[in-house]
Structures are given as structure tokens and as C-alpha cells.
């Protein structure tokens, strides 16, 4: 009698004790959770770890449900962390909640824990560098920047529109491909497809970074003015270099300052702010003695 | 000289200190941070003229094309900046050049009160420990999103407020006193060219060398064109068009070698090419 309510009363346990099973809700909410939180607790210590512990914070709480498991599941997602919001933020918070399910599993089950801390973490690592590249030079460096040069002309004319544009346009596009690459992560710890490497998303990259370097072309075309207002009187006429520039090739100034900037930056890396000091110490050079 | 009152200074105040502490829009404070736009339309709503900030702002975010923070480290705070110099343009009635000139200097020093924010954030990183220590999960929640919010408060408000009220005016004085001598063709000058660090640095950040046609392309395709007014929306679309031309006959070469069997390496031009 007595064993056998112990039985009943041990497996009952057990089986409150048994790890949720994620759906993508959850893994919706803890991008979702990540999203918002991501720059707030910024630190030189751990960078954005605390925002990844705090997007998973209730996904390990339906997987964990001993204290101590619990606690080192927080402690294991609150190591060193620094990534793009929403390419390597996406992913990695859908990689990490089906990383730590098989983890709870294995624990709860009392088999050989093949999702080591070392295997997580290293995972984290791996990607975190290589996805933040791609994400920052995609999202924050080019499609941002392609709302932008859409919007300006309407700031120009004084339009309000030129500022809530691009905002509202790169705010949701953010939420929703970050949404997206967190569901992708989740299914890929499921299946180890390289998501990278999917056609869909390779011909995606490719796309946004020739429309970014179309857009800036325009925007070269349009908004950098450079120009000589160097005029000489020659036996009696006035010879305007401007004038002269204009036939050989138009827009040839403006072109020769960006692609200046661009060299500079091939040889010295992305040094911005030293190119902007000399940049405007030239300018202001020319400009003095009236050869711009 | 006109001077922003207490209340508009300390309005827009409060709203660079929201998007410096990134909190209330999570991820979307990102292109606040970045681009001067929205910030420019706060101080123009504030000070009651919306149509003279933005044609300031259109000009300070040309120069900050191409800024954000590849690796956590950003060389100039656009929202900061924006703050300070459409105050001071729209105080003192200054061109959208002069108005870059008092943006730099301002973004550069807005950058290290950022770093200074990380610096904060490590000590409140402590109360992080101690809550996950105790699994006392509301106040984790708080050590990472409420201790945070409040110190960059404490550390933006007042600094911000005092550059507005105190500074603005004294910094759109000068600048005003500088007008119809040579200085007003150098800021010009400056702030015209300026706008080439912006689209340079993007280009570079996008890193593909073996692209630049396209940068050309239009380049030269919007100074021919310039007189015709076509719109960014046009030529977004003839971008996409283009973009969608290139990667589709780039496939279909790719498929039809494979086919042929003399390359199975799908995506073999799946290039090594440039470190960004």
C-alpha cells in the first residue's frame, strides 16, 4: 500500500517535474523579450548578455523546474554576449531555446548530457561574432540607410514624413525578420540545416547590398557638393573651371571626394571619425584660398 | 538672442535620454540612435517649427550616412548631436551648413557619454549576479531593465538640459556673429562635402567591392537625370529592379552549369571576397 502511493506520488512528481515542450510562442516571446531589452543593460563586463537572459528568462523557467537546474540555466545564458539585434540576436535565441530543451530533457531523463555548457556556449560564440557582421552590415548599414535616402528629399521639403518614414519602415522590418530568424534558429537546432547557407536568404543578402550601393549613388548624385568656384580672367575672358569640369564629365568632384573617402578607407580601415577630421580640414584648406 | 524655455529644454532632455538608455522602443531605439531624423522632428514639434528642422536635419543626416556601431563602438552619437544643433540653427536662424559644423564636434563628445553608460551598467551587472543568485526573477528583471533605464536618466537629463539651456544659445550666438565674413563660404563648403563621409562609409560597410558598378551606375545616372525630378521611390524601384535582374541571371547561370554537369558546386561564387 505504502510503496505503491509513493509510486504514484513519484511519478506524479515527475512528471510535474518534466520539462515543457517549446512551441514557437514561446520562442516568439523570448526574441520578443530580447528585442526589447536588447541595449539596456549594456556593460564592458558582459556586453548584452543580461538581455539574453532576460529574453530566455520564461522559456528556461517551462524547461527547469528544480531550483538548481533553474539557476544554472540563468548563469549559463548570462556569460559574456555580443551580437547584432536581429540576424544573430534572432538566431541565436531560437538555437539557444532548442539547445537548452534537449538539455532539460537529458537532464530530467538522467541520460549522458550531450548539450554540455562548453557545447552551448561555444555555439554562442561561434556565431555571435560572424552573425553580427552580416546583420550590422544588412540591417543598420544598409537597409536602414535605404529608408533613409528615400525619406531625405521629404525632410528637405520640410515634411514630417522624412523622419517617421524611415523610422516606422526600419523599426517593423526588424521585429519581423527578427521574428523570423529566431523561428529559423529554433528549427534549425531541430535540424542543423545551415540557414546561412540557404539559397533564399544568400540571394536575399546579395540583393540588399547592390540596391544599398545603388541607393548611395543616388544619393552621391544628388546631395555632395563639391565644387570649384575658381575663376580666371584669360586675355580678357573669363574662364570659369567649373564650367570646363562640367564638360569632361558631370559630377566629376563629388564623385572624386567619395571615392577619396572609400580609398582611404581600403587603405586604413574604418577609421571614421580621423577621415572625417581630415576630410574637413581639407575642405576647409580649399575653401579658404578659394579653389572650392 | 532667443533661448529654449526650461520646459522645451528639458523635453527634449528627457527624449535623448530615452534613446540613449534604449529603453521604452527596445530594438527601434536603434535608428533613433543612428540617424538624427526623429530627434530633428521632436525639437522642430517642440519649438514650433517643424518644416525649418527637418530641412536642418535632412543635412545633418547626410553626414551621419553610414553611422552605426559595428563591434559596439560608434564614432558619433547623430541623436545628441541633432539635438543640440537644430536647437541652435532654429535659435539663431542659421543655414543647414553652419548647423553640420555645430553637429560634429557635439555628436564626437555625445559619444563618450555612451561609453560612459557601459561603465555604469557594470556595476548595476552586480545585482544581476545577486538576484540570479537567489532565482528571484522580478528582481533580475529589474537589475536589467529598470537599473539601467534610471542611471542613463540620471546621467543624460541633466547634461543634455544644461547644453540646451544654457549652451544652445551662446553656441548660435557666435556662429551668428561669424555670418557674411569667409567663414559662411568654409561652412558651406564643409558641410556640402561632408555628406561624401556618410555615403563612403556605407559603401564600405555594405563591402562589395565587386559591386561598385552599381554605386556608379546610379552615380551617374542621378547627375544626368537630376533636372527631371524623379523621386527616391522611383529609383528605389529601378534599384530593386536592377538588383533582381543580377541575382536572377547570376542563378540561372549558376543552375545551368550545374545542369551541364561540369560544376556541382552549387554556389561556388558564394565569394571568399572582402573583410568588411
Same mark, same amino acid.
Given at each position: 500500500?505504502?510503496?505503491?502511493?509513493?509510486?504514484?506520488?513519484?511519478?506524479?512528481?515527475?512528471?510535474?517535474?518534466?520539462?515543457?515542450?517549446?512551441?514557437?510562442?514561446?520562442?516568439?516571446?523570448?526574441?520578443?523579450?530580447?528585442?526589447?531589452?536588447?541595449?539596456?543593460?549594456?556593460?564592458?563586463?558582459?556586453?548584452?548578455?543580461?538581455?539574453?537572459?532576460?529574453?530566455?528568462?520564461?522559456?528556461?523557467?517551462?524547461?527547469?523546474?528544480?531550483?538548481?537546474?533553474?539557476?544554472?540555466?540563468?548563469?549559463?545564458?548570462?556569460?559574456?554576449?555580443?551580437?547584432?539585434?536581429?540576424?544573430?540576436?534572432?538566431?541565436?535565441?531560437?538555437?539557444?531555446?532548442?539547445?537548452?530543451?534537449?538539455?532539460?530533457?537529458?537532464?530530467?531523463?538522467?541520460?549522458?548530457?550531450?548539450?554540455?555548457?562548453? *557545447?552551448?556556449?561555444?555555439?554562442?560564440?561561434?556565431? $555571435? @561574432?560572424? =552573425?553580427? %557582421?552580416?546583420?550590422?552590415?544588412?540591417? &543598420?548599414?544598409?537597409?536602414?540607410?535605404?529608408?533613409?535616402?528615400?525619406?531625405?528629399?521629404?525632410?528637405?521639403?520640410?515634411?514630417?514624413?522624412?523622419?517617421?518614414?524611415?523610422?516606422?519602415?526600419?523599426?517593423?522590418?526588424?521585429?519581423?525578420?527578427?521574428?523570423?530568424?529566431?523561428?529559423?534558429?529554433?528549427?534549425?537546432?531541430?535540424?542543423?540545416?545551415?540557414?546561412?547557407?540557404?539559397?533564399?536568404?544568400?540571394?536575399?543578402?546579395? *540583393?540588399?547590398?547592390?540596391?544599398?550601393?545603388?541607393? $548611395? @549613388?543616388? =544619393?552621391? %548624385?544628388?546631395?555632395?557638393?563639391?565644387? &570649384?568656384?575658381?575663376?580666371?580672367?584669360?586675355?580678357?575672358?573669363?574662364?570659369?573651371?567649373?564650367?570646363?569640369?562640367?564638360?569632361?564629365?558631370?559630377?566629376?568632384?563629388?564623385?572624386?571626394?567619395?571615392?577619396?573617402?572609400?580609398?582611404?578607407?581600403?587603405?586604413?580601415?574604418?577609421?571614421?571619425?580621423?577621415?572625417?577630421?581630415?576630410?574637413?580640414?581639407?575642405?576647409?584648406?580649399?575653401?579658404?584660398?578659394?579653389?572650392? | 538672442?532667443?533661448?529654449?524655455?526650461?520646459?522645451?529644454?528639458?523635453?527634449?532632455?528627457?527624449?535623448?535620454?530615452?534613446?540613449?538608455?534604449?529603453?521604452?522602443?527596445?530594438?527601434?531605439?536603434?535608428?533613433?540612435?543612428?540617424?538624427?531624423?526623429?530627434?530633428?522632428?521632436?525639437?522642430?514639434?517642440?519649438?514650433?517649427?517643424?518644416?525649418?528642422?527637418?530641412?536642418?536635419?535632412?543635412?545633418?543626416?547626410?553626414?551621419?550616412?553610414?553611422?552605426?556601431?559595428?563591434?559596439?563602438?560608434?564614432?558619433?552619437?547623430?541623436?545628441?548631436?541633432?539635438?543640440?544643433?537644430?536647437?541652435?540653427?532654429?535659435?539663431?536662424?542659421?543655414?543647414?551648413?553652419?548647423?553640420?559644423?555645430?553637429?560634429?564636434?557635439?555628436?564626437?563628445?555625445?559619444?563618450?557619454?555612451?561609453?560612459?553608460?557601459?561603465?555604469?551598467?557594470?556595476?548595476?551587472?552586480?545585482?544581476?549576479?545577486?538576484?540570479?543568485?537567489?532565482?528571484?526573477?522580478?528582481?533580475?528583471?529589474?537589475?536589467?531593465?529598470?537599473?539601467?533605464?534610471?542611471?542613463?536618466?540620471?546621467?543624460?537629463?541633466?547634461?543634455?538640459?544644461?547644453?540646451?539651456?544654457?549652451?544652445?544659445?551662446?553656441?548660435?550666438?557666435?556662429?551668428?556673429?561669424?555670418?557674411?565674413?569667409?567663414?559662411?563660404?568654409?561652412?558651406?563648403?564643409?558641410?556640402?562635402?561632408?555628406?561624401?563621409?556618410?555615403?563612403?562609409?556605407?559603401?564600405?560597410?555594405?563591402?562589395?567591392?565587386?559591386?561598385?558598378?552599381?554605386?556608379?551606375?546610379?552615380?551617374?545616372?542621378?547627375?544626368?537625370?537630376?533636372?527631371?525630378?524623379?523621386?527616391?521611390?522611383?529609383?528605389?524601384?529601378?534599384?530593386?529592379?536592377?538588383?533582381?535582374?543580377?541575382?536572377?541571371?547570376?542563378?540561372?547561370?549558376?543552375?545551368?552549369?550545374?545542369?551541364?554537369?561540369?560544376?556541382?558546386?552549387?554556389?561556388?561564387?558564394?565569394?571568399?571576397?572582402?573583410?568588411?
Amino acid at each position: 500500500m505504502t510503496t505503491d502511493t509513493q509510486k504514484v506520488t513519484l511519478t506524479e512528481s515527475k512528471k510535474e517535474m518534466a520539462p515543457g515542450e517549446l512551441t514557437n510562442k514561446d520562442v516568439s516571446i523570448a526574441y520578443l523579450r530580447w528585442h526589447f531589452a536588447n541595449e539596456i543593460p549594456h556593460s564592458f563586463e558582459r556586453y548584452l548578455a543580461p538581455s539574453l537572459l532576460y529574453g530566455m528568462m520564461p522559456v528556461l523557467r517551462k524547461l527547469y523546474k528544480d531550483d538548481n537546474d533553474l539557476r544554472a540555466a540563468y548563469k549559463r545564458q548570462l556569460l559574456f554576449f555580443n551580437t547584432q539585434l536581429t540576424w544573430g540576436g534572432g538566431i541565436i535565441t531560437g538555437l539557444m531555446s532548442s539547445m537548452e530543451q534537449e538539455r532539460a530533457k537529458q537532464e530530467h531523463n538522467n541520460e549522458e548530457i550531450v548539450m554540455t555548457d562548453d *557545447l552551448m556556449y561555444n555555439t554562442k560564440a561561434g556565431l $555571435m @561574432g560572424a =552573425l553580427s %557582421g552580416i546583420g550590422d552590415s544588412i540591417d &543598420s548599414g544598409t537597409v536602414q540607410y535605404i529608408f533613409i535616402a528615400i525619406a531625405i528629399p521629404w525632410a528637405q521639403n520640410g515634411l514630417a514624413a522624412g523622419a517617421l518614414f524611415p523610422f516606422i519602415a526600419f523599426a517593423t522590418y526588424q521585429l519581423l525578420i527578427g521574428l523570423f530568424f529566431a523561428r529559423q534558429g529554433f528549427v534549425m537546432g531541430k535540424s542543423a540545416t545551415g540557414l546561412m547557407e540557404s539559397a533564399g536568404v544568400q540571394n536575399a543578402i546579395e *540583393l540588399l547590398s547592390i540596391l544599398g550601393l545603388f541607393m $548611395m @549613388g543616388i =544619393l552621391a %548624385g544628388n546631395y555632395v557638393t563639391v565644387s &570649384s568656384s575658381l575663376e580666371f580672367v584669360i586675355s580678357g575672358r573669363p574662364f570659369i573651371v567649373q564650367e570646363t569640369l562640367d564638360t569632361i564629365l558631370p559630377g566629376l568632384l563629388p564623385l572624386v571626394t567619395v571615392m577619396g573617402i572609400y580609398w582611404y578607407y581600403v587603405k586604413k580601415g574604418l577609421k571614421v571619425t580621423r577621415a572625417l577630421i581630415w576630410l574637413t580640414l581639407i575642405l576647409i584648406v580649399l575653401a579658404a584660398v578659394g579653389i572650392l | 538672442m532667443d533661448t529654449l524655455t526650461i520646459w522645451q529644454s528639458l523635453i527634449i532632455a528627457l527624449w535623448v535620454a530615452a534613446i540613449m538608455s534604449r529603453s521604452f522602443l527596445g530594438g527601434a531605439t536603434l535608428t533613433l540612435r543612428f540617424s538624427p531624423l526623429m530627434t530633428g522632428l521632436v525639437v522642430g514639434i517642440v519649438m514650433g517649427d517643424i518644416a525649418g528642422a527637418m530641412v536642418i536635419t535632412a543635412a545633418i543626416q547626410l553626414i551621419y550616412m553610414g553611422v552605426f556601431s559595428p563591434g559596439g563602438t560608434m564614432p558619433s552619437e547623430p541623436s545628441i548631436a541633432a539635438a543640440i544643433a537644430v536647437s541652435v540653427a532654429l535659435l539663431g536662424d542659421l543655414s543647414p551648413e553652419a548647423a553640420i559644423a555645430v553637429a560634429v564636434p557635439v555628436g564626437l563628445l555625445g559619444s563618450y557619454l555612451y561609453q560612459f553608460r557601459f561603465f555604469l551598467n557594470t556595476f548595476i551587472g552586480k545585482a544581476t549576479d545577486r538576484a540570479v543568485e537567489s532565482l528571484n526573477h522580478k528582481a533580475i528583471s529589474r537589475s536589467i531593465v529598470l537599473y539601467p533605464t534610471i542611471a542613463s536618466f540620471i546621467l543624460f537629463v541633466p547634461l543634455v538640459f544644461i547644453a540646451l539651456f544654457w549652451g544652445a544659445p551662446v553656441i548660435a550666438d557666435v556662429i551668428a556673429t561669424l555670418e557674411g565674413t569667409v567663414f559662411l563660404h568654409i561652412l558651406e563648403v564643409v558641410g556640402g562635402g561632408l555628406a561624401a563621409i556618410g555615403i563612403a562609409t556605407t559603401i564600405y560597410v555594405i563591402g562589395r567591392r565587386d559591386y561598385m558598378v552599381f554605386f556608379l551606375l546610379a552615380y551617374f545616372m542621378s547627375v544626368i537625370f537630376r533636372d527631371m525630378g524623379i523621386t527616391m521611390v522611383t529609383y528605389a524601384i529601378i534599384g530593386t529592379l536592377v538588383a533582381a535582374i543580377f541575382v536572377l541571371s547570376r542563378n540561372n547561370t549558376a543552375k545551368a552549369s550545374s545542369a551541364n554537369g561540369t560544376n556541382t558546386v552549387d554556389g561556388s561564387d558564394d565569394d571568399d571576397d572582402d573583410d568588411f
